[in-house]
């Protein structure tokens, strides 16, 4: 690779359930392509997952920016949802609000934001109610 | 032992093999953010989940193939994404804990 950062963007739609995931593996596709080490493409594509997931759920849906640099790659998800009212709790194992139907597919066990943090080496978190949620996530390289 | 060996040796059924690959471990679990966050790459996930998203999970944590337990099993559609994707997937009638001692001896 060589100075230049990569940009890829992808939409995240809301109202499908069942396919959520597809930008994920979209990313990892794209991330093999340019030669990225397996353990690497692993995290950011299970941590860029979560993400995506918690769009769809919670948020009827966003959109994905990654870029990629030599050193890292950067996962931005934005969306318009409701927001989350707090952060320090939405950040705990365990924790979710997840709807039943949803539960019953295997989600909604309170610890996509946990595996976000476990998986990118620096995670931040901006959200306000009403407005949306925006999740940067870096991954070393 | 690779997914194809273990599933002639238990007699498991296989409901695709698009990509046989050696099994270096196992993890048992029907949430997915706990697979995700715990399975290792080249696990065998043994699970009773059987709707679309597994799929999307078993690429991403690099599982090397689903086993699906209890006599459930994939829908013709999901076994076509399944062989597309390039997933493993087995079923057997055994209940999940069967299934992990299954795999324990080949560890
Ligand atoms: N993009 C988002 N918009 C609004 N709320 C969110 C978003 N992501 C996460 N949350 C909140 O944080 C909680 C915890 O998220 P997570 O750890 O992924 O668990 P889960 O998705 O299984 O509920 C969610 O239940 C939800 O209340
Ligand atoms: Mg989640």
Same mark, same amino acid.
């Given at each position: ?21 597809? @930008?994920?593996?979209?990313?990892? %596709? ?28 919670? @948020?009827?849906? &966003?959109? @994905? ?19 989350? %009212? ?11 609000? @997840? ?6 597919? &295997?989600?909604?066990?309170?610890? &996509?934001?946990?595996?976000? %943090? ?24 | ?41 080249? !696990? ?17 944590? !690099? ?11 994939? !829908? #013709? #559609? ?5 062989? !597309? ?7 057997? #009638? ?11 001896? #080949?560890?």
């Amino acid at each position: 690779m060589d100075n230049n950062i990569i940009r890829f963007t992808y939409n995240v739609d809301g109202t499908d359930f069942t396919s959520a995931g597809q @930008a994920s593996v979209m990313l990892k %596709k794209n991330l093999r392509q340019l030669g990225i080490s397996p353990d690497t493409i692993r995290r950011a594509s299970i941590a860029m997952y979560e993400g995506e997931i918690n769009m769809v759920i919670h @948020a009827d849906g &966003g959109v @994905a920016e990654i870029e990629v640099s030599e050193e890292c790659i950067t996962i931005m998800l934005k969306d318009s949802g409701p927001g989350i %009212k707090d952060i320090n709790q939405a950040m705990q194992e365990g924790f979710s609000t @997840a709807p039943d139907d949803v539960r019953s597919l &295997g989600f909604g066990a309170g610890m &996509g934001l946990p595996n976000m %943090k476990r998986y990118s080496d620096h995670m931040e978190i901006e959200s306000e109610l009403g407005v949306g949620t925006t999740i940067t996530m870096k991954i070393n390289i | 032992m690779t997914v194809s060996e273990f599933a002639i040796k238990h007699s498991l059924k296989t409901l695709c093999l698009p990509d046989d690959r050696e099994i270096t471990g196992g993890y048992v679990g029907d949430l997915l953010s706990w697979v995700m966050g715990r399975a290792q790459s080249g !696990d065998a996930w043994i699970t009773i989940m059987s709707n679309q998203n597994i799929l999307a999970v078993a690429t991403l944590a !690099d599982v090397s193939c689903i086993i699906l337990g209890e006599g459930v099993t994939l !829908d #013709e #559609e999901l076994i076509k994404t399944a062989n !597309d994707k390039g997933i493993n997937v087995l079923a057997s #009638e055994a209940d999940t804990f069967k299934l992990s001692a299954m795999l324990a001896c #080949e560890l």
